[in-house]
């Protein structure tokens, strides 16, 4: 009888581990000139509508010691990243919760408060409002990928602002959400590989570019916190 009621428990755990979505990663890699090397990639995991980010610190330790002439000598430094806690976005209620290292329920954020953690985890709402304004410029291969060149282009405050976006003809699993670009996806029908802004002031012209792909390949520990948030959520 036990083992009757124990590979009924196994069989339901299985069934229901097999309804949930499966979690994949939105890798973000950033060209931008002032932001720190640590942000120059930003990994998120995804299940479903939600966005999972590590809330990390990063620390270097060096050593130091005084030589003969009372000078400072550098025996050497290290660095590492220290986990604080997670960052959990929710892209159909606009939150973002918080949670410490143990995963373990802080509260709940508000997005419009700018943090490096935060930085790409936020709903493509200011890309949605000039979505529509986004112009067909021609095709063009990025990364031995055909694209399609969609520009958007406007003046603020007297400065010449424009961004370029490349949309891969090849087309994405429908599952997969790209919190940066859904809008433009959506509106040119194919996957956003990259986006260039543009900015002009004072005749001097600065581009940043963010490349984005997904990636499926998910490691056991990946998927084993993407379940857990998962699950949390389903039961707020």
Known sequence: MTMVTLGSLQFLNAQEQSNKPIPYL????????????????????????????KNTIHKTTTSIQLDGRNDFKELGSTSKDSLVGYFLTDYVTKKTYEFDANKKFVGILNNTKELPELLFLKTDSALASIASKYVLKGDTLLADQKCKIAVYEAKENGESISQKAYISEEKKDGKLLNVLANSLEERFNGTCVAIDFHNMNNQMKTVHRIGLSFDRNVGPEERELANFFYDWFQKQ
Do not use: P
């Not at 090397?37 to 990994?43: L, M, P």
């Open 26 to 53: 939105l890798n973000l890699k950033l060209d931008f000139g002032e932001i720190a090397d640590s942000y120059n990639q930003i990994e998120i995991l995804m299940i479903d509508s939600l966005a999972i980010q």
